[in-house]
């Protein structure tokens, strides 16, 4: 499904992410963890185009990627949540979950997909005439991933889901990634919270210094003592 090959990302002269080769099958969950600062987070971003490749390759089933614009990722059927859930703090819940109806493939789908959200997160009905910037931090989170699902993807993207989140609500955004992946979507997860990640993944990958370090199932990267104590916080 997603095909990850080599790929480059750089800020200016930095190198930020390197020669990193990565797969997503079809309805499977991947977690990618790894320390602060190992390029989870550009990773991501460059899949959903919101960063430029330098070199490599990126292909979403038989498509390539690689030069496409935020925009054209989201209509070929991914989308993020991205770190920090950057909503609209001035606009109404409702307001920011539509801005992920937006392209003209996914508007005609609007009143479904918002009953899916709310069906999915209930507290957001009753939210959803309120500003986005009064909500916790937990019903934030909510919101971002209800925004990402107003797209219908067929890959969910998401980036530091549990961040700054209480351990509860955590354990419903989990609960919620976990129900999204048994109904057929394909997620690839960028987290910290390594317990987590590997609770839920059928695989994953370790990310250390820009270049993944190893892979394989939950498993048999836990089997391994060196990936415990440097990579996995052991």
Known sequence: MLEVERLLVAYGDAT????????????????????NGSGKTTLINAIAGLLPVRGGRLRFGREDLTRLSPHQVSSRGIAIVPEGRRLFSGMTVEENLEIGCYTPGARPARGARLERVYAIFPVLRARRRQMAGTLSGGEQQMVAI?????????????????????????????????????????????????????????????????????????????????????????
């Open 146 to 234: 209800g925004r990402a699902l107003m797209a219908g993807p067929r890959l969910l993207l998401l980036d530091e889901p549990s961040l700054g989140l209480a351990p509860t609500i955590v354990d419903q955004v989990f609960d919620v990634v976990e129900a999204l992946h048994r109904e057929g979507m394909a997620v690839l997860l960028v987290e910290q919270n390594v317990p987590k990640a590997m609770a839920v993944a059928s695989r994953a990958y370790v990310l250390a210094e820009g270049r993944i370090v190893s892979s394989g199932t939950p498993a048999e990267l836990l089997a391994e003592p060196h990936i415990r104590s440097a990579y996995l916080g052991e």
């Open 16 to 35: 930020a992410i390197w020669d990193v080769s990565l797969t997503v099958g079809e309805g499977e969950l991947v977690s990618v963890v790894g320390p």
